[in-house]
Each structure stands twice: as structure tokens, then as C-alpha cells.
């Protein structure tokens, strides 16, 4: 198995940090060339001093000022010219991208038009860039391994199979805390309920989004980018128990699923080693004891986001950007307790039916869909506040 040399994008957060845990398990076949980080600088200080990777990113340049006098023999660099330089380092063949929302979509392109493995976590790359981003893998030899547990599961399912072999992916959903909960209270859900996840452990914008399944209406479009399937061949169920992390049905009927307990370093392993495997020590799973696993309907009535997903897919253009813009606003004003949980639904419907979607060509044309949908959103917001 040859040496992976990786930049990691996003390492203070939940991914970077189960990502940093896989690499020092095999720290013969993973070598850590760079990593990025936002605003946590006490976190990347101590990661810094226990993996010494000889490049480093922040956000801010004061951040990367002070680094500069603690580590003064490394590469400190800042903002997203900094994740740029990152990933075109010539030593670095793979990028695990995990920076949370779209700043690191410019340094995704760039990892691609280096060649690189992409072992991508971030799900609003695909969302909101799925066309442009697969029309750069055509013409390079870069791959996109998913990390995304469900995304992980179809891909493993799919295995070897040709395309035309699939009937249907159907993703799994853990349904999130509100599973059984009745629209009509949904605007009483407070911040502590929803950050609640029953089953994973994740950052905070993605556990809210798997509250109101938005982050489960992010992967039916980011799946539709992957592997490139027609919107009616992409199904979700809820399965409570998080175990089956996905399946796909395939033309003679035979369904193959990927199972295991919920932890994301089985799927960051698996997108370093493809099409190899390597040791994970984890806990036993016992069917026998676990007895069960259940899978219900998704409810599209009282989950709206869920349609919206197909809306997005209809449309096309620039509609999965609006999307994804739109909820990360409205996700940031329920997280500061300005609006309640069922006013980001209504939020993000607004947005989306009030929009001429137009086609993205060129990351510029995206980074302004995201800026004016951003701004309308925040104004639409402050619009309703002031009533
Ligand atoms: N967590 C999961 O289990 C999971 C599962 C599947 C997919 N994903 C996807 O993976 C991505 C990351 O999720 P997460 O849960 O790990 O998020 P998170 O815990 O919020 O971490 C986000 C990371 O991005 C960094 N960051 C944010 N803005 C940055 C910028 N401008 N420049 C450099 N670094 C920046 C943060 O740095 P600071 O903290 O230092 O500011 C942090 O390291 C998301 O797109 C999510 O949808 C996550």
C-alpha cells in the first residue's frame, strides 16, 4: 500500500479531529504534510506540536502572525490563499476536505486540477458546485472518495457494479431528535433540543441541519453529483439506529447495504485506503444483541426540506447554491435564538421560490450566487424580525 501525504482542511473540527485520530493509527501509510484550521488556534497549537506538520493555515493573518513566533521553522500562512498554497504543495497527493460551508470550494478546484484523491467530508462543495466540480474531474486524473457516512455506504454498495446495474440508492437518516415530534410544536424546539443528536457526535451546523433533515436533503443532491443517478433512483428512510448507513437496490432486486456502528473514522479510513482496507479497532457488533433495526417513511410533509432537495434537482442552474446559502443563514439565526426552528423551513422556501435560477460557469459566477443569496436571506430575515 503506498504512502498517502495529506493536506487536512478543517483539523480542529469534528472531522479534522477523527480524521488526525485515523492518521496516527497508521502513521506508517499516512504522512500529514499540512493542515488548515479556522479560529480554534489553541487547538491547531497543540496539533501542530503533536503531528509537526511542515505547513500550516488559518483564517486570520493575526493568527497566523502568532504562529509564526511559536513554530518559526514551519510555513504559516492564512485566509484562503493559505488552503490554496496548501493544496498545491507538489509533496501532497491527498486533500481530506473538511472545512465546514463553501470557503474552501476554490482550494477544492485547485486539489483537482492537481490530480489529488479528495476525501471529501464537506457535503455544500457538491451542492452547491456538483456540475462544475464534475466537469474538472473529467478532464484530470483527481478522484472524490466520499467521507460523508451515507454517501461512504452507497459508494462500498456500488463496489464494481456498472451504473445501469442500479434500480435505486436509498440513504439512511438517523430522523434526528424531532422524529416523532408534531409539526404544530416545532416552534418550541429550543438550541439545546436540537443540537441533541441521538446517535453521531458532529459539528454544529450539521447536527442542526440533521434536525430539520436539511442535512439529509444536502445528501440526495450531493449523492445525485457523486454518482450521477436520476433524481427518481434517490430514496431516503429513516432508520433510528444509525447501523445501516445506506443501501442500494440494484436491477435484479437484490439490495447490498454497508453496516456498522456510527463512527465517522470508519468511513475517513476507507476513503484513505480505497480500494484497500485497513485494521480499525472497534467494538463488537452484535447483531444478536442488538436485536433490532427499524426503518421508517420519511414524513416530506412536516420535513420540507426533503422536497425542497428534489425542487433543487428539478431546477438545476444555480438552485442547489441558493439552497445551500439560504439554509446556512437561517441555520446561524436559529443557533443565535433569532428565529424559531419551524422559521427555517419558511425561510429557505422563500428564498428558493422567490429565485430566477440561472447556470453556474465558473466558481466566480458561484461565489456571487452565494454572497446576493446570503444577503437576500439575512434582509428577509431582519424583514420578518421587524414586523
Ligand atoms: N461531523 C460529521 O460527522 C460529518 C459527517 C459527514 C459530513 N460532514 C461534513 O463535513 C464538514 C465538516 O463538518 P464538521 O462537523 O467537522 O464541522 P465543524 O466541527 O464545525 O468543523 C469545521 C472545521 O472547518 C474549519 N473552518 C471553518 N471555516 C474555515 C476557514 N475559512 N478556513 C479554514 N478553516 C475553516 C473550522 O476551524 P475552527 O474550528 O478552528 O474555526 C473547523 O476545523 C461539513 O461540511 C459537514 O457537513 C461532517
Redesign the pocket.
Known sequence: METRHIAL????????R?SLEVISLHHDRFQLISL??????N??TEQIKRFDPPMV???HKKDADHLKKLFPRKTILFG?QG?EELVSDKRVDTVIA????T??LTATMIAIENNHRICL????TLVAAGELINQALESTEAEIIP???EQSAIFQSIGSNKKEYIKRIILTASGGPFFGKRKDEFSQITVKQALAHPT???????TL?SATLM?KA?EIIEAYHLFKLRSDQIETVIHPQSIVHSLVEFIDSSFIAQLSWPD?KIPILYSLTYPERNHFPNRNLDLGELKKLEFYPVDIEKFSSIKMAYLVLEKGKNAGAVFNAANEVAADFFLKGKITFDEIFEVVENIMGGENFFPIRTIEDLNQTIEETKQKTIKYIQRRLSK
Open positions: 482542511l478543517g483539523s480542529t473540527g469534528s472531522i479534522g477523527n488548515a484550521a479556522g479560529e480554534n488556534i487547538l491547531v493555515s488559518v483564517k484562503n488552503l473538511s472545512i465546514n460551508g470557503s474552501a467530508a464537506n457535503k455544500e467521507i460523508d457516512s453521531w457526535l458532529m459539528g454544529t451546523k450539521i441541519d442535512n444536502l465517522m
